[in-house]
């Protein structure tokens, strides 16, 4: 098959079962994964992050992914990274004749592929920077929400530095400053009743907690990761953070981090609503319905 320039996108909240399905289909139609997570970038924050590695196996194959674990969570990631990589990891899928699926939660990254962000004339040492440095983080964060793009998640407003970069970015995000890498796009939404979602999150997180995931945040802190860095990370780095810190107990920790992650499905839920009042075409499918999205992808790449 020839899936020029094709792209399958799976999105939808935290918990529904993306990445697995997303595996069931790569393997299906010869396809390869690209990881559009803001956090799964970072090397040995696996169980936090969600990284799933299990799911990536499918019939004693195991489909190749694309940008987990490229940097080291000292290092910062930002939105005009993950459009280079991406970019790149694309170009390789193609040439291997493969199809590309990108599969995650963050809105940002996945609005920058399918709008076509152009953010090479982003300057992160211009004149502008030094303008907004004088700004207390009160106004910066007024300013950020008045540009038209919306914020992918709260951390931007943490940090005054990151505040800075994400206001640069909003400002050269528009009409005029998209570039000629265009891709065309199937977009497959996973649903889930609200109800059956916290069960799913509660689940999820009793599993992680159990699976390690405390453990994994002491060692990032034995790493010289610290709590400040931690809480950047938001949910479930934030919350291990104040356990970990002797902050809350382990019951509140739990409770507060339940509470926390099903109100950030919400808000991703609200972003893709967004996305489809711009024009972005979305099917929605809940995740046992792999048969339609079989018929989907197979009168798409025809």
Same mark, same amino acid.
């Given at each position: 098959?020839?899936?020029?320039?094709?792209?399958?996108?799976?999105?939808?909240?935290?918990?529904?079962?993306?990445?697995?399905?997303?595996?069931?289909?790569?393997?299906?139609?010869?396809?390869?994964?690209?990881?559009?997570?803001?956090?799964?970038?970072?090397?040995?924050?696996?169980?936090?992050?969600?990284?799933?590695?299990?799911?990536?196996?499918?019939?004693?194959?195991?489909?190749?992914?694309?940008?987990?674990?490229?940097?080291?969570?000292?290092?910062?990631?930002?939105?005009?990274?993950?459009?280079?990589?991406?970019?790149?990891?694309?170009?390789?899928?193609?040439?291997?004749?493969?199809?590309?699926?990108?599969?995650?939660?963050?809105?940002?990254?996945?609005?920058?592929?399918?709008?076509?962000?152009?953010?090479?004339?982003?300057?992160?040492?211009?004149?502008?920077?030094?303008?907004?440095?004088?700004?207390?983080?009160?106004?910066?964060?007024?300013?950020?929400?008045?540009?038209?793009?919306?914020?992918?998640?709260?951390?931007?407003?943490?940090?005054?530095?990151?505040?800075?970069?994400?206001?640069?970015?909003?400002?050269?995000?528009?009409?005029?400053?998209?570039?000629?890498?265009?891709?065309?796009? %199937?977009?497959? +939404?996973?649903? #889930?009743?609200? /109800?059956? =979602?916290? @069960?799913?999150?509660?689940?999820?997180? &009793?599993? *992680? %907690?159990?699976? +390690?995931?405390? #453990?994994?945040? /002491?060692? =990032?802190? @034995?790493?010289?990761?610290?709590?400040? &860095?931690? *809480?950047?990370?938001?949910?479930?780095?934030?919350?291990?953070?104040?356990?970990?810190?002797?902050?809350?107990?382990?019951?509140?920790?739990?409770?507060?981090?339940?509470?926390?992650?099903?109100?950030?499905?919400?808000?991703?839920?609200?972003?893709?609503?967004?996305?489809?009042?711009?024009?972005?075409?979305?099917?929605?499918?809940?995740?046992?319905?792999?048969?339609?999205?079989?018929?989907?992808?197979?009168?798409?790449?025809?």
């Amino acid at each position: 098959m020839n899936f020029s320039n094709k792209l399958v996108v799976i999105l939808g909240p935290t918990a529904v079962g993306k990445t697995k399905l997303a595996a069931q289909l790569a393997y299906k139609f010869n396809g390869e994964i690209i990881s559009a997570d803001s956090r799964q970038v970072y090397i040995g924050m696996d169980i936090g992050t969600g990284k799933d590695l299990e799911d990536y196996q499918v019939q004693n194959c195991r489909i190749k992914s694309h940008l987990i674990d490229v940097v080291k969570p000292h290092c910062e990631f930002n939105l005009y990274l993950f459009t280079q990589l991406f970019k790149k990891s694309f170009e390789e899928i193609q040439e291997s004749n493969h199809l590309p699926f990108l599969v995650g939660g963050t809105g940002m990254y996945l609005n920058s592929i399918l709008q076509n962000y152009s953010l090479e004339t982003v300057n992160f040492n211009s004149e502008r920077v030094f303008e907004l440095q004088k700004y207390s983080t009160e106004k910066l964060t007024e300013i950020l929400k008045s540009k038209s793009v919306k914020l992918h998640n709260t951390t931007d407003l943490l940090d005054k530095e990151r505040i800075i970069k994400a206001i640069l970015i909003a400002e050269n995000t528009n009409e005029e400053n998209k570039d000629n890498f265009n891709v065309n796009s %199937l977009v497959i +939404g996973l649903l #889930e009743d609200r /109800q059956s =979602l916290k @069960e799913r999150i509660k689940k999820r997180l &009793k599993d *992680r %907690l159990q699976s +390690g995931m405390i #453990e994994e945040a /002491q060692k =990032l802190l @034995e790493q010289g990761i610290s709590h400040q &860095k931690l *809480r950047f990370f938001g949910l479930e780095y934030k919350y291990l953070s104040f356990y970990l810190a002797g902050e809350l107990n382990y019951n509140d920790m739990y409770q507060k981090l339940a509470s926390e992650i099903a109100k950030f499905s919400k808000k991703q839920m609200t972003w893709f609503r967004k996305m489809e009042k711009e024009g972005i075409k979305i099917h929605w499918l809940n995740r046992s319905e792999l048969n339609k999205a079989e018929d989907l992808i197979t009168s798409f790449i025809k």
